[in-house]
């Protein structure tokens, strides 16, 4: 069973402050998604990330996938209220399904 | 882009009932969808995947005859929670996948809360 290990758990920080939740494995996954959850409401994706080493921006998010496609990092900068969360990465093990694996997930709280 | 519905949204049932939920996918064809179930503030975790056509492949320690899983058509599959207990009571999420989105991630639906009274 591929494991995605993702910390931290809980981050409750202030607006403006940066911030970098890590999703570790050692399984290489052929993609690795990161998706946006808000109570209630089923996740939403933010990027895929494909290509070894690739860096993606998004606004003030940046994902970056691992060489070794093991492992992935997602960096706000200058953290907003509006960034409060559940973020869940989840890798692609590929196969005849696609089914992902999700991490356990960041609940991430930004106070104003 | 490509939607996926789910429902209802929430359904508060009694101990001893059943409850189906359903996913459907709404502007494509779904050849496969994923049953998840998510605990507050925690993760989400497969129950089981759900091919169309065929039965579905439940994940270990899912109870078959517990969770129920029909995907009698390209663009419907259902979730039949049987003899519901409060210790059901969570937050069920389906998500679709189709051919033509085949290396594409997969479309979630918004979830329903079931509570088990």
């Known amino acids: 069973t591929q494991l995605l290990e993702q910390s931290p758990q809980f981050l409750s920080i202030q607006e403006g402050e940066n911030l970098t939740v890590y999703c570790n494995s050692s399984s290489v996954f052929s993609s690795l998604q990161w998706y946006r959850q808000e109570p209630g409401e089923g996740p939403v994706l933010l990027v895929t990330v494909v290509t070894g080493g690739e860096v993606k921006k998004l606004k003030r998010l940046t994902f970056q996938f691992g060489d070794a496609r093991k492992d992935s990092s997602l960096h706000i900068t200058a953290a907003q209220p509006g960034d409060t969360g559940l973020y869940l990465c989840a890798g692609n093990s590929g196969g005849s399904n696609y089914k992902l694996t999700f991490g356990k997930g960041t609940l991430l709280t930004v106070n104003p | ?65 517990k969770f129920l899983i029909n995907h009698a058509s390209l663009t419907l599959s259902t979730l039949t929670v049987t003899s519901a207990h409060p210790e059901d009571s969570s937050f069920y999420i389906c998500s679709a996948r189709g051919v033509e989105i085949r290396r594409s991630p997969l479309h979630f639906g918004n979830g329903t809360r079931l509570t088990v009274t």
Not at chain 2, 38 to 47: E, V
């Open chain 2, 1 to 65: 882009g490509a939607v996926v519905s789910q429902h209802p949204s929430w359904v508060i049932c009694k101990s001893g009932t059943s409850v189906k939920i359903e996913c459907r996918s709404l502007d494509f064809q779904a050849t496969t969808m994923f049953w998840y179930r998510q605990f507050p503030k925690q993760s989400l975790m497969l129950m089981a995947t759900s091919n169309e056509g065929s039965k579905a492949t439940y994940e270990q320690g899912v109870e078959k005859d």
